[in-house]
């Protein structure tokens, strides 16, 4: 599914078949999640294939690094040229970029010198789909900023969104909505969380979320809008009584939500800001200007 006899993906330095890559089954990243990556994603353009925000995607994956002590490197620069020789050389232009840092052998609980730097990429659909979502809150928690650098994009961080988006499909939803320490709202498994009240768009502020990156352009649109977007500490009651709500995220988009918990928003999506700002979002990431913007 992610690659076939003809992908080529880069490995340290490398082009080669994905077919033809192996690793390390001493990986300290294997053994203990000791490993960062990001979530990137071309599109087809007038101009053709831009990756959106790669800059802002390699300088999160340069302070992951940085936060777990491994040492990249590549420059942002580097990395974003590789990126576009990647979709070239698979012929790629709609794509999902995954550059992933690992580390080699070390069974020891401290830094490892040897770092691996992949990147592969694939044709990914909508990764909610583009239906609206049935949540439910999580009995899992974030973790606690205090056991880990949250805002990092560290593998072994993402045992917590599996549980999480496990549990709310075993349960008969289709993704999970999980809360801070605090017991307020923080985010989904792998996307932000907004949700829309009268006016305004509401979202919890940096500190126990990750920082993403669509989260920001959506900042960026709602202003170009006229849409106010306060960031606060919210609980899921203030949720049941939203006239809309969304996830934010680079593999997501902006995917709309029907209901948290079995209650049902006020709004249906086609009225609300989510979905004047997917229809933006998805007019901003190919470069198609305002000017043939028209909601639908
Ligand atoms: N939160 C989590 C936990 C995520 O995994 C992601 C996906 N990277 C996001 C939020 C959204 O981040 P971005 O918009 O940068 O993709």
Not at 175 to 198: C, H, Q, R, S, T
Request: net charge negative.
């Amino acid at each position: 599914m992610y690659y076939n006899d003809k992908t080529t993906i880069f490995l340290d330095g490398k082009w080669l078949k994905a077919n033809d890559a192996s690793t390390d089954l001493y990986s300290q990243t294997l053994h203990y999640g000791a490993g960062v990556f990001e979530g990137i994603r071309s599109y087809e353009t007038e101009d053709g294939a831009m990756v959106f925000k790669a800059k802002e995607h390699y300088e999160r994956l340069q302070y992951s690094a940085e936060k777990m002590h491994i040492n990249l490197p590549y420059s942002v620069e580097e990395l974003v040229a590789l990126t576009y020789e990647l979709l070239e050389k698979n012929d790629l232009q709609n794509s999902y970029i995954r550059p992933l840092v690992y580390l080699g052998q070390n069974m020891s609980l401290q830094p490892t010198e040897e770092v691996h730097v992949l990147l592969c990429a694939w044709k990914w659909d909508r990764y909610l789909g583009d239906e609206q979502l049935k949540l439910m809150t999580s009995s899992f928690q974030r973790p606690n900023p205090k056991s880990c650098f949250v805002d990092a994009k560290v593998t072994g961080h993402y045992t917590n969104s599996i549980l999480a988006t496990t549990e709310a499909k075993k349960e008969g939803f289709d993704e999970a909505l999980l809360l801070d320490m605090n017991g307020f709202v923080a985010e989904g498994p792998g996307a932000n969380f907004f949700y829309e009240k009268g006016d305004k768009l509401y979202t919890a502020p940096l500190g126990n979320i990750l920082a993403g990156i669509t989260r920001q352009t959506i900042f960026e649109l709602a202003n170009e809008l006229g849409i106010d977007v306060v960031e606060k500490y919210f609980k899921p009651e203030d949720v049941y009584e939203a006239d809309g709500a969304f996830f934010t995220g680079t593999a997501a988009e902006v995917a709309g939500i029907k209901s948290l918990d079995g209650k049902k928003f006020n709004q249906k999506w086609e009225d609300t800001f989510g979905a004047l700002l997917s229809a933006a979002y998805l007019n901003r990431v190919q470069k198609k200007e305002y000017k043939n913007f028209e909601l639908v």
